[in-house]
């Protein structure tokens, strides 16, 4: 197993493939064998948008899939189409199709990572629906009126009485640009003389500019609905008149939807990502088929809640006071929030330990008798 991860950097696949489900409602692992120095079994994560297939209801599997492999601008240039049992592999490398074919016993090597399937959309559908994509472009349509509105509106505006327009004119009798006059600090205002009595002297009236407070409640309103529509609170939307959870409680509170979504995700995901791990062993081991005895291997999901250090030991310790005998076992410490390699360090020091005790034991000297006779 640990091969195949580091060969395969299969974590980071099966998280690319696991964000491709989300964005286009299903992604596609496909496993292979590996060829010259390349691994000995090789797991790529497919989109959507480069693979789709045929899903068999009743064998809840793939007839076939279609993979493109290279592109030319918009021309295909490279695909491989697997079938029952047959791989079948197209390049065009210099304008001429060359095509190979090979043989196989692993069905259809390519599993669906499907986000919420439902029996009238197998494929399951997308994070992105529409109406994230109409709230999110209303959004932007707000921003570009937030920003006309501190462009043109923020300005306070002026009115000018009692003057002649050469306030706005350069020397030469041009009148200036709109941006020298709304940025002018200091003006001379010349009176006008035939103006009426009342206004013979230069006055300036100023309007206060407008308040941005619209936009930003359009903001927050849109804000608030794109939370709804992902499942997320709205403090991870954060504009006004919102704030943080201020305890674990509270913040698991705001999440529990969206923790929904974690668990039903992970468990669509658990079964296609199984199948592909033990296919990819099975190929690794030269193996005909997958052996019986690894339909006990699953993947370890972590808790979508999160959890720090203390509280995971608290938990764990907890649970531990009920059934003291599992603390010294792997799972036990595993509880208590240890990584996976302070687990083994432990695991292999315990071992130590016991085997020295078994050795003291065996080698002990036998107690000599008082009267001197070692016999």
Sequence with gaps: MQELEDSNFLLSELSQ????????????????????DEPKALVHAKDARNATGEWNVRKRRLDNLLSITSRDDDKITGFV???????????????????????????VPAEPLIYKPRSSRRFGRSRITRAVMSHQMSALRALVRLE????IYAIAKLVLLGANESVFKNADGSYK???????????????????????????VKQLSAQSPEPHLADLNALAKLMARETDLPDSDFALTDMSNPTSADAYNASRE???????????????????????????????????????????????????????????????????????????GLKMLGLSQQDIDLAMAEKRKQAGRALVASIVKPAEVPADGDSE
Excluded: C
Excluded at 22 to 34: E, V, W
Excluded at 291 to 299: E, L, N, T, Y
């Design 148 to 151: 006309a509105h501190m462009d």
């Design 81 to 107: 189409l697997y079938l029952d049992g047959v791989t079948i592999t197209a390049d065009r490398p210099s304008g001429v199709w060359e095509v190979s074919r090979s043989e196989h016993p692993w069905h």
């Design 177 to 203: 640009d709109s941006w020298q006059v709304v940025m002018g600090r200091v003006f001379g205002l010349p009176d006008d003389e035939d103006a009426h009595e009342s206004l013979a002297r230069a006055d």
């Design 257 to 331: 939807n969206l923790i929904a979504e974690a668990e039903g995700a992970s468990e669509d995901w658990s079964v296609p990502i199984r199948r592909t791990v033990t296919r990819a062993l099975a190929i690794q081991n030269d193996l005909e088929e997958v052996p019986a005895s690894w339909r006990g291997i699953q993947p370890a999901w972590r808790s979508p809640i999160y959890l720090s250090k203390s509280q995971q030991a608290d938990a764990g310790a907890k649970q531990l006071s009920l059934v003291p005998w599992l603390a010294e076992t792997p799972v």
């Design 17 to 36: 493939g696991r964000t491709d489900s989300l964005i286009h409602g299903t992604s596609f692992l496909i496993t292979t064998r590996g060829l010259g």
